[in-house]
């Protein structure tokens, strides 16, 4: 949030569904699709369109901004490390892949003077950028029953996907 460079998403929610195979106690495969969408830090983009304001439309101030959220969905596979305990297991994964994003679309009316219709300025994406991933995570299981259990895990996820963005005005 705090990075300028970052593409000022803020903490939002996350979906994953991740299946694991044990080759033997131990080891095993894993796949896991993980979803996630992300509101825009405001105060963020308004800085971004009226720095873009100040070079193109001197004196120009915005009075209404409109964020959708930032959606990316990750395809990842890799390896998968257990310790078992009696009912319960402390799990390790190392999983890679493939990231698809969508930058958001932002929809800013600017008004230059009181006396002059308001300006619309619209940031959107012309693509859905991909990129390579990688997820590095821990976590406690408990083993409910012989196919179903309970896990709670912490995961670092990293990605850099390269958006093209526009802005238009009308």
Same mark, same amino acid.
């Given at each position: 949030? +705090?990075? &300028?460079?970052?593409? $000022?998403?803020?903490?939002?929610?996350?979906? +994953?569904?991740?299946?694991?195979?044990?080759?033997?106690?131990?080891?095993?495969?894993?796949?896991?699709?993980?979803?996630?969408?992300?509101?825009?830090?405001?105060?963020?983009?308004?800085?971004? #369109?009226?720095?873009?304001?100040?070079?193109?439309?001197?004196?120009?101030?915005?009075?209404? %901004?409109?964020?959708?959220?930032? +959606?990316?969905?990750?395809?990842?596979?890799?390896? $998968?490390?257990?310790? !078992?305990?009696?009912?319960?297991?402390?799990?390790?994964?190392?999983? *890679?892949?493939?990231?698809?994003?969508?930058? !958001?679309?932002?929809?800013?009316?600017?008004?230059?003077?009181?006396? @002059?219709? *308001? %300006?619309?300025?619209?940031? &959107? &994406?012309?693509?859905?950028?991909?990129? #390579?991933?990688?997820?590095?995570? *821990?976590?406690?299981?408990?083993? %409910?029953?012989?196919?179903?259990?309970?896990?709670?895990?912490?995961? @670092?996820?990293? &990605?850099?996907?390269?958006?093209?963005? +526009? %802005?238009?005005?009308?």
């Amino acid at each position: 949030v +705090n990075d &300028s460079a970052s593409g $000022y998403a803020t903490a939002g929610t996350c979906l +994953n569904v991740m299946f694991t195979y044990l080759v033997n106690k131990y080891l095993g495969v894993a796949a896991m699709i993980n979803s996630t969408a992300n509101r825009l830090f405001t105060e963020g983009v308004k800085n971004r #369109f009226n720095q873009y304001l100040k070079k193109n439309i001197p004196g120009a101030v915005i009075s209404d %901004i409109h964020l959708e959220k930032w +959606n990316t969905m990750d395809y990842m596979a890799g390896g $998968y490390v257990t310790y !078992p305990l009696q009912k319960a297991s402390f799990n390790f994964q190392l999983l *890679a892949g493939y990231s698809r994003t969508k930058y !958001p679309d932002v929809d800013v009316t600017v008004f230059k003077d009181t006396s @002059f219709d *308001a %300006i619309s300025v619209s940031q &959107s &994406s012309d693509e859905v950028a991909s990129a #390579f991933c990688i997820n590095f995570g *821990a976590g406690l299981k408990y083993n %409910i029953s012989e196919i179903m259990c309970l896990s709670v895990n912490a995961n @670092f996820f990293s &990605s850099y996907p390269d958006c093209l963005i +526009n %802005i238009y005005m009308n």
